[in-house]
């Protein structure tokens, strides 16, 4: 068996074709959606993620604005820009780059965005509205993994999905959007004694840690959906994830390939959630 690799990029363009629709039906009803991208500082990857945001933006129709502060901004400073653009009219969605630097709170501003902005979906309220199967903006990674297995029709109810790494940003919000597909969800993490035992269990494995090569072909059963969402650099310097590619991909059915897997989902999810926001505005 040689699994068959679920491209994220054919599914992202699948997503942002029908995006493009969304956006020019909302446009002939007078609302743009938009999009605001705050980034503090001079990191090379956070400045490159940020720019295929904003260029994504364009592709699906969005207006995009992004803002750029030196890292000697006060968090005060900072608070009172994204409290400037929680009153903008024009935006839909609110985006602060992360990391932050150290004398700035990332829960603060967080916590700054106002909810219907948060198209992150970082929000404790809307955290807690996905918890409680409210309506809520879904944290973009993992939403972007559930959409890539119904992309390719692959059954989640009654699934067993086990998920490597806790994170807020990936594991424990990917293991409530598998509960709220009626999976039945195990998460695994650093202090998961017997893991291997526990992976081979997996119908549906996502492993999100960014530890390259962590999980082997040894670690999952015959025809297991593998779902890989770390991004590493090995000594070579290439970029890999943390499944070993190539002995998984002789055992698994479906597999997601570093680069080209989930990576690309994350910003089609952010821009289906700011679409959404703008939806709201209308009165959708």
Do not use: W
């Not at 400037?84 to 004398?103: E, F, T, W």
């Not at 993992?142 to 692959?154: D, L």
């Not at 991909?249 to 570093?258: D, F, I």
């Amino acid at each position: 068996m040689t699994a068959e690799l679920i491209s994220g990029k054919e599914v992202a363009q699948a997503k942002r074709d029908q995006m493009k629709q969304e956006t020019q039906e909302l446009k002939n009803k007078g609302v743009t959606p938009g999009l605001v991208v705050l980034l503090v500082g001079e990191n090379p990857a956070s400045l490159s993620y940020v720019k295929g945001k904003v260029k994504a933006c364009e592709e699906v129709g969005i207006y995009s604005e992004l803002k750029r502060y030196p890292d000697t901004i006060t968090e005060a400073e900072l608070l009172k820009e994204i409290e400037r653009y929680n009153r903008a009219n024009n935006i839909d969605g609110i985006l602060v780059q992360l990391p932050l630097p150290a004398h700035i709170s990332e829960h603060k501003v967080i916590e700054t965005i106002t909810p219907e902005k948060d198209v992150d979906g970082f929000h404790p309220i809307n955290v807690g509205r996905m918890v409680t199967g409210q309506e809520a903006f879904l944290s973009c990674t993992p939403y972007g993994v559930v959409e890539m297995i119904k992309y390719k029709n692959i059954p989640i109810a009654g699934s067993h999905v086990v998920i490597v790494g806790r994170s807020n940003i990936v594991g424990k919000p990917a293991a409530l959007l598998f509960l709220r597909e009626n999976a039945t969800v195990t998460v695994c993490h650093s202090k998961t004694p017997n893991l291997s035992e526990i992976t081979k269990q997996a119908d549906i494995l996502v492993v999100a840690v960014g530890r390259a090569n962590l999980i082997s072909a040894e670690d999952i059963k015959d025809g297991a959906v593998v779902i890989d969402v770390g991004m590493n650099r090995n000594e070579a310097g290439k970029l890999v994830g943390d499944v070993a590619f190539d002995s998984v991909k002789e055992k698994a059915s479906y597999l997601t390939p570093v680069p080209g897997g989930v990576g690309p989902m994350t910003i089609t999810m952010l821009l289906a959630n700011t679409i959404q926001s703008a939806k709201k505005r209308l009165g959708n």
